[in-house]
């Protein structure tokens, strides 16, 4: 089956830096990448989704890039705010099942 | 208006307790999922529904059982509890059901979470 790996599982960032997280898919069958944001107390909120025939996708300060060949995908944030801070997570899904892997998820912490 | 809720929020109880999981969607989507969080935060799929019909059962023990009486609305009923049932169960939900003609993206929307806790 599917499995995702997500890097770093913690990372610090000063306000108004960037923050990149990387993850990393096994299944070549993979179509659909999904990124989700956690907020404490909440549940994953979907931020945006590549699928696999765009390399890169963009909105507005976070964008997210897909490498198909080495299937490798990442999450970009730019310009960090304190309210980014929360668990991001990575999924991955194939075009003809209708679960989403996903990673293990970033504690992203976005300190003034 | 909530697009995906679930009751009860907490839930307290004795092992070898029965307790149930609400999840109701108002998005009109066709397949509906479990799924189970640990205290690490990893996500795990549990169940999944579509149109009222179990399509993905994951490596679950038989004491868990999902129930959908109709497409809205997908239960979770939990028999005889363990402590290491004790996680945030969410429900989530999708718009195109799978194995469908053409391709399929799996675009989930989740709900707020229940905290399970066995004692």
């Known amino acids: 089956g599917e499995n995702v790996e997500q890097h770093p599982s913690t990372l610090s960032v000063q306000e108004g830096d960037s923050a990149v997280i990387k993850c990393t898919y096994s299944?070549?069958?993979?179509?659909?990448f999904p990124w989700y944001k956690q907020e404490l107390g909440k549940g994953p909120q979907l931020i945006i989704d590549i699928r696999s025939n765009v390399g890169e996708k963009k909105d507005q300060r976070i964008a997210v890039t897909l490498n198909k060949t080495a299937k490798h995908f990442s999450l970009h944030i730019t310009e960090t705010q304190p309210e980014d801070s929360a668990v991001y997570f990575c999924?991955?899904?194939?075009?003809?099942?209708?679960?989403?892997?996903f990673g293990t998820g970033t504690r992203l912490q976005v300190t003034l | 208006d909530t697009a995906v809720s679930q009751t009860p929020k907490y839930l307290v109880t004795q092992m070898g307790n029965d307790k149930s999981i609400k999840c109701e969607q108002n998005l009109g989507h066709d397949t509906m999922y479990w799924y189970k969080q640990d205290s690490k935060k990893f996500l795990k799929i549990m169940f999944s529904y579509n149109n009222k019909e179990l399509i993905i059962n994951e490596t679950v023990p038989n004491r868990f059982s999902p129930k959908s009486p109709d497409k809205a609305h997908l239960n979770l009923h939990i028999n005889s509890l363990e402590l290491g049932d004790s996680a945030v169960y969410f429900c989530a939900s999708s718009p195109t059901p799978p194995g469908t003609s053409g391709v399929y993206y799996n675009e989930q929307f989740f709900g707020p979470g229940t905290r399970l806790t066995v004692l």
């Open positions: 299944d070549s069958a993979s179509n659909y």
């Open positions: 999924a991955a899904s194939t075009g003809t099942a209708s679960k989403l892997t």
